[in-house]
């Protein structure tokens, strides 16, 4: 099983401020990972998807890079909305989820 | 555009049925998906099926104890559950998903919470 490690696990931010969360698999996982953002008590949003891809309507804020095993969400300018947990998960092999990063 | 039903609470070795009930997009042409979370917990992915229900796919976690289907003519997706145990115990949502070899999941339902208790 691939199993995908988020740092750090908590985040306290403000808003205006430039954020990244780190996803690192236990393989290679190519550029197959997608980003979800999840508020308390909602099902999971994706944002971006192949590592890279913003979806449709997702704010320009949001980006993804790496490759292989090393993966980062940045936010470049933290808004009010986007206090929420967010997910790292690979679809290289099956499916498999990080453990989530609380932007506080 | 996704709505679950038919999640109680159960007893362990019980056995359950799953509905997802979709709109809004042409479901008969999208391979479709499972996936549970547990409250405060990592979502995990359950199961997948393709567009025409003729390929499936399991978690190792439940595989031989849960089987999804589809009925294309009623837009509807299905999980049953047999054999529950304890740690089945989580909300299940639907998801739509890009194919079956690549299981990222847009939209999400609300989900339906299965409890599996004594």
């Known amino acids: 099983d691939i199993q995908l490690t988020q740092s750090p696990s908590t985040l306290s931010a403000s808003v205006g401020d430039r954020v990244t969360i780190t996803c690192r698999a236990s393989?290679?996982?190519?550029?197959?990972l997608a980003w979800y953002q999840q508020k308390p008590g909602k099902a999971p949003k994706v944002l971006i998807s192949?590592?890279?891809s913003l979806e449709s309507g997702v704010p320009s804020r949001f980006s993804g890079s790496g490759s292989g095993t090393e993966f980062t969400l940045t936010i470049s300018s933290l808004q009010a909305d986007d206090f929420a947990t967010y997910y790292c998960?690979?679809?290289?092999?099956?499916?498999?989820f990080g453990g989530g990063t609380k932007v506080e | 555009q996704l709505l679950e039903s038919g999640g109680d609470l159960v007893q362990p070795g019980g056995s359950l049925r799953l509905s997802c009930a979709a709109s809004?997009?042409?479901?008969?042409?999208?391979?479709m998906s499972w996936v549970r979370q547990t409250p405060g917990k990592r979502p995990e992915w359950v199961s997948a099926?393709?567009?025409?229900?003729?390929?499936?796919y399991y978690a190792d976690s439940v595989r031989g104890r849960f089987t999804i289907s589809r009925d294309n003519s009623k837009n509807t997706l299905y999980l049953q559950l047999n054999s529950l145990r304890a740690e089945d115990t989580a909300v299940y949502s639907c998801?739509?998903?890009?194919?079956?070899?690549?299981?990222?999941?847009?939209?999400w339902g609300q989900g339906t919470l299965v409890t599996v208790s004594s």
């Open positions: 998801a739509k998903v890009p194919t079956t070899d690549v299981l990222w999941f847009d939209p």
């Open positions: 393989q290679t996982i190519y550029r197959w």
């Open positions: 099926i393709s567009s025409n229900g003729r390929s499936t």
């Open positions: 998960q690979q679809y290289s092999t099956d499916s498999s």
């Open positions: 809004g997009f042409a479901f008969s042409t999208y391979a």
């Open positions: 192949d590592a890279s």
